[in-house]
């Protein structure tokens, strides 16, 4: 059998193509190498693999960074949380979730549709819940100590959009409409859309001040942070996503 270095098949267009396109399940794993079933988190490769804000980042491994999910049907992300850090509220269009902590605590929100009950939840170290396909959710770290957690998914292509930054992605006049305010803050809806911070955030200002962290770095609208790179786990300097 050929051999390929791991994550070295990430973003092989050809090689994606010839999966999606092989007749039997037989022929895609034929087509791919023993390392070609071998992800490192640890090294993401190249792309919007790894997402970065002032309170941590996640990596994530789905059908375009790790081929051989082709045909599985699942996918899946770590999150590295430092303390105070909040993975602000977004949705996955195409799968459900499940999230277990591996380290440290969680607090988790989610919102299935309008007239459902928002279900709120503690999730300490081995605990897991469920975000269901669409629902508006959101986890964050309300300790000084770093949180890890992995989230699955029923998708090789679960897909993500951060709720706010989608909303402030529509025309300033629908925006002012759904809020019933010409501003924000004394700001235009167009200024204030511009410091809405890169995921993964940080929390509120009681936990800032508890685990004595500066928020003076101001973060941009779903790109790099002015900040450095979070320390908590795996990094690197790729795209967000």
Same mark, same amino acid.
């Given at each position: 059998?050929?051999?390929?270095?791991?994550?070295?098949?990430?973003?092989?267009?050809?090689?994606?193509?010839?999966?999606?396109?092989?007749?039997?399940?037989?022929?895609? +794993?034929? #087509?791919?190498?023993?390392?070609?079933? @071998?992800?490192?988190?640890? *090294?993401?490769?190249?792309?919007?693999?790894?997402? %970065?804000?002032?309170?941590?980042?996640? @990596?994530?491994?789905?059908?375009?960074?790790? /081929?051989?999910?082709?045909?599985?049907?699942?996918?899946?992300? #770590?999150?590295?949380?430092?303390? &105070?850090?909040?993975?602000? /509220?977004?949705?996955? /269009?195409?799968?459900?979730? +499940?999230?277990?902590?591996? *380290?440290?605590?969680?607090?988790?929100?989610? @919102?299935?549709?309008?007239?459902?009950? /928002? +279900?709120?939840?503690?999730?300490?170290?081995?605990?897991?819940?469920?975000?269901?396909?669409?629902?508006?959710?959101?986890?964050?770290?309300? %300790?000084?100590?770093?949180?890890?957690?992995?989230?699955?998914?029923?998708?090789? !292509?679960?897909?993500? *959009?951060?709720?706010?930054?989608?909303?402030? *992605?529509?025309?300033?006049?629908?925006?002012?409409?759904?809020?019933?305010?010409?501003?924000?803050?004394?700001?235009?809806?167009?200024?204030?859309?511009?410091?809405?911070?890169?995921?993964?955030?940080?929390?509120?200002?009681?936990?800032?001040?508890? &685990?004595? +962290? !500066?928020?003076?770095? %101001?973060?941009?609208?779903?790109?790099?942070?002015?900040?450095?790179?979070?320390?908590?786990?795996?990094?690197?300097?790729?795209?967000?996503?």
């Amino acid at each position: 059998m050929a051999t390929r270095d791991t994550n070295s098949s990430a973003n092989n267009q050809d090689l994606i193509n010839s999966l999606v396109l092989a007749a039997t399940a037989a022929d895609r +794993i034929n #087509l791919l190498t023993a390392s070609d079933f @071998v992800y490192d988190f640890n *090294e993401p490769p190249p792309g919007d693999s790894v997402t %970065t804000g002032l309170g941590g980042h996640t @990596v994530k491994a789905d059908r375009k960074l790790f /081929p051989a999910l082709i045909g599985t049907g699942v996918s899946m992300t #770590l999150g590295f949380l430092g303390p &105070c850090a909040f993975n602000t /509220p977004h949705v996955h /269009p195409r799968s459900s979730q +499940i999230n277990v902590v591996v *380290e440290g605590q969680l607090k988790t929100q989610f @919102v299935a549709e309008n007239g459902v009950q /928002p +279900i709120f939840n503690t999730l300490n170290k081995f605990q897991m819940t469920v975000f269901p396909q669409g629902s508006l959710h959101t986890e964050w770290n309300p %300790t000084c100590d770093p949180a890890v957690f992995v989230a699955g998914f029923a998708s090789e !292509d679960p897909g993500v *959009e951060q709720a706010a930054q989608s909303l402030f *992605e529509l025309d300033e006049q629908v925006v002012q409409a759904d809020l019933g305010v010409d501003t924000l803050n004394g700001e235009s809806i167009e200024d204030f859309k511009n410091k809405l911070p890169a995921n993964v955030a940080l929390f509120v200002e009681q936990c800032l001040k508890t &685990c004595n +962290i !500066d928020q003076d770095a %101001t973060p941009n609208q779903g790109g790099e942070s002015s900040a450095p790179s979070s320390a908590w786990g795996p990094s690197s300097s790729h795209g967000q996503h």
